[in-house]
Structures are given as C-alpha cells and as structure tokens.
C-alpha cells in the first residue's frame, strides 16, 4: 500500500508499521498480525476487518468532566471549518496508512464541525466526504460503516428519534439523510445506529410505548430512503444499556433482537457489539456475541475494554488475551462477522500525549487480536474444546432425547421416560478442564 501524505506530515516521527514476529523488540511493529497469515482457509485481514474510529482518535481531545483538553491537534489552529476538517482528514489517513488499516468508520460531526443551519451541514458533509472520496482511492482505505451524531447537540437532550417533540426528530432525520447519502457516496459497507439518548431519564415523563414506535418508525424511514438510493450494506444497532441515559432502549443484543423481530426489521439489521457495553448489560463480551451469533445477527465489533473497578464506559484499547480469544471462538465457529468488522471504539489515555501513543494503542490492540484468532483457532483444530460440548448434548442426538428435540414427545411422555430409566447419573460439566485448554493454547 502506498503512503500518501496531504501537505503536511502529523505523525514523522513513525514511518509504515509492519509485520516483524514475536522475536522482535520494536514497539512500532506486529508481532502476531501477519495480515495475509492464512488462519482456517482465509488470510487473517479478512477475518479481522480492523477500522480506525475517527471520533477517539482524530477528534477525543483527551477532555473529561474535570479537565480541558490535553491532545491539543496541530488542525484545531486552522480557522476555517472546511480546510480545518480536511487537515483533520489528512492526519486521518496518513495514521491509517501508516498503520495498514484496511478501513475506517466516522460519525457525521466527526469529518467536520457541524453548526445549527441543516442546509449548510448537508453542504460541508458533501464537501468533505468529496475530499475523503479522494483519500479513499489515494490510499486504498475503505468505509467500514458511517453513523450521525445524535446525541451531542443539545436539541438531542431527550433523545432523537424517541424525543418526546417531533421537531427535534425530524432534525434527527436530517442527519442521518445526510450521513447516509455520504455513506453512499463514499462505498460505505453499513451504517450504524448508536442510540445514546434514545431511552429515558425518569420514566414520570416518558411514554416508553410511543417512543419505542417512533424509534422503529425512525428507522424504517431510514432504511427505506438508502435501499432507494442503492445502499446494498447492512444497518447495525449498537446495543449501550445506558450512559448517557438511565435507561437505553438498545439495552442489549437480546433486547434488541426483540425489538428488531417486533417492528420487521430483521432482514436489514443486525448487531455490532461492543466490550463495554456488554459489560455495562451486566454481560460479558461472549455472552453478547453468542447471543447474536446464535440469531444469525452477528454484523460487527467495537473493540476496546472497560476498567474492573469502576463502572462506566472508559473505552480503553483491548489487552485482554483470555477475553479476546473466547471472543474468537465464537467469531470462528460463527463463519465470521456478517459484513462488519472490528472497530477501535477506543481512546488513548488523557495523559498520553505523545504522537506515538496513538501508533502504540493500535498495535497492542491487533496484535492482541491477531494472537486470540490464532489461538482460538489452534484450540478448534487441535483440541477435544468442541467434541466436549457436543458430548454434553449427545443425549438429545438419538432415541427420545432426538424425538424431544423434534417436538414428537407429550409432557406424558417424559415423565414415562423418567420412571423407565430411573435416577439420571452426575454428568461433570468440565468447566475448569475447559478453562485450562484456553490457557493451555495462549
Ligand atoms: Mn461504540
């Protein structure tokens, strides 16, 4: 791939990461991500599918409730808002380029700041998603997913498409008219609904029905418009149990699933799972994926992690090799993400502020992920881990237990079985065995 760089350089102290193998020192090179390292029939790049998040990198300024910005951007001197958010872009693709990202994802107010007129919105997000069109093909970079911001401004206090006025709903759907028309424009392979104040504060004033129906009403109006304008791609609901609101209605992937059923939404969305969002649900990341990938619905990943001891969303890079490759496991025996991929839905410390950290936060991050596949597929191809939990089931694989499965036996029936076969043996259920083969692989 080739580096192309806009006038300026915003990262010369790093040059192209590469593959250099678990015996090398540099902190600036993979030493598990060999991208076209063949891993059950397929090169490792395309199970992985990894895209940067323009949000954290290029726009998280490393600010939080207590503190002003610390990654002060050299872009945010320029005043005009068009070649500032070019500038911005410029920096973007040279990280991913640099990097060997095959892609990235972006919400609207990420490519350029937006102000309070929709029409000149529309305009800027033309404007720049002309100038990102060029940098797609310059580099090869693809569009994993675009998305709108509905939640920052300050109309979107009570939400978007279930705030309590229509005005601000129809706002809503001029912004994601336009992020969908530059998702199109840009070869965008899905779109993302992320609905960070779609949900309640106090259920006193909340009419959960009604705005649950405007939300599927909402996104059947979406989906409709882009299927119009030829977008062939899948739309993902990101499930987030609350944060920023009490309550979110995309609690998580199961109560999604639900909801998608219920409104005959099905056969255009699926899920894209993230960490710590499944951990904020009270789950862990398995569970999530599993669940969809149990529905047939599982589209994409955020990856990052979140902090054991405290309770929000701290969007730390990924580093957890046992999480991560169960995580594979379910990936792989899944046949794999349907047509997403995996997202670095992560930030960089406040307190990193070197340019190099952004490079290190990715690096550590596929690696880590490129090791869990790896393992993970050692595990399925050299390990009794799937034969033992098809022999747990054996039971129901023939006589009454397959008659059962097939729905062929009355309560009657079972209870008859019961008697004729007397007390059941203990059936050990493996669970530290199973555990042991994890770490046995890593
Ligand atoms: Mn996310």
């Known amino acids: 791939m080739a580096i192309t760089t806009g006038p300026?350089?915003?990262?010369?102290?790093?040059?192209?990461?590469?593959?250099?193998?678990v015996e090398s020192d540099n902190p600036m090179a993979f030493r598990w991500y060999d991208e076209n390292r063949m891993i059950a029939g397929k090169p490792m790049k395309d199970h992985l599918r990894f895209a940067c998040a323009y949000w954290h990198s290029f726009n998280g300024d490393g600010s939080d409730p207590f503190g002003e910005a610390t990654h002060l951007f050299p872009w945010l001197g320029i005043s005009d808002p068009i070649e500032r958010a070019k500038a911005k872009a410029d920096a973007a693709f040279e990280f991913i380029t640099k990097l060997g990202l095959p892609y990235y994802c972006f919400h609207d107010v990420d490519v350029v700041d937006?102000?309070?007129?929709?029409?000149?919105?529309?305009?800027?997000l033309d404007t720049l998603s002309d100038y990102l069109k060029e940098k797609q093909s310059a580099t090869g970079v693809k569009l994993l997913w675009g998305t709108a911001n509905l939640f920052s401004n300050r109309r979107y206090m009570n939400g978007a498409a279930t705030n309590p006025d229509f005005h601000v709903l129809a706002h809503g759907a001029a912004q994601v008219k336009a992020a969908l028309d530059a998702t199109i424009k840009l070869g965008g392979e899905n779109y993302v609904f992320w609905g960070g104040r779609e949900g309640y504060m106090s259920l006193l004033?909340?009419?959960?029905?009604?705005?649950?129906e405007h939300l599927a009403r909402f996104?059947?109006?979406?989906k409709d418009y882009a299927r119009k304008n030829g977008f062939k791609g899948k739309f993902f609901i990101e499930p987030k149990p609350c944060e920023p609101s009490k309550h979110q209605y995309d609690y998580d992937a199961e109560t999604v699933i639900g909801f998608l059923r219920q409104y005959d939404l099905l056969n255009d969305f699926s899920l894209n799972l993230e960490v710590n969002h499944a951990t904020l649900a009270g789950h862990t990341f398995t569970h999530e994926l599993q669940v969809a990938a149990d529905a047939g619905l599982l589209g994409s990943m955020d990856a990052n992690?979140?902090?054991y001891q405290n309770g929000w969303d701290t969007d730390q890079f990924p580093n957890d090799i046992n999480e991560l490759t169960e995580a594979m496991l379910i990936l792989l025996e899944?046949?794999?993400?349907?047509?997403?991929?995996i997202n670095f839905d992560a930030k960089i410390r406040r307190n990193s502020v070197d340019p190099?950290?952004?490079?290190y936060a990715h690096i550590g991050g596929i690696d880590v992920f490129a090791r869990a596949l790896i393992t993970a597929n050692n595990i399925l191809e050299n390990s009794d881990y799937k034969q033992l939990r098809q022999h747990r089931y054996e039971s129901f694989d023939a006589g009454k237990g397959k008659s059962f499965?097939?729905?062929k036996l009355s309560l009657e029936d079972l209870r008859a079985f019961a008697i004729e076969n007397g007390e059941p043996a203990l059936r050990s259920g493996k669970q530290e065995y199973m555990e042991n083969i994890i770490n046995r692989f890593i």
């Open 405 to 407: 499965e097939e729905g």
């Open 334 to 341: 899944a046949g794999g993400l349907k047509g997403g991929g």
């Open 114 to 124: 937006y102000t309070s007129d929709v029409a000149q919105n529309d305009k800027r």
């Open 305 to 307: 992690r979140g902090d």
């Open 8 to 21: 300026k350089e915003y990262f010369r102290e790093v040059s192209s990461i590469k593959f250099e193998g």
């Open 205 to 212: 004033n909340t009419n959960m029905k009604r705005e649950k």
């Open 356 to 359: 190099q950290d952004l490079f």
């Open 219 to 222: 996104l059947h109006a979406s």
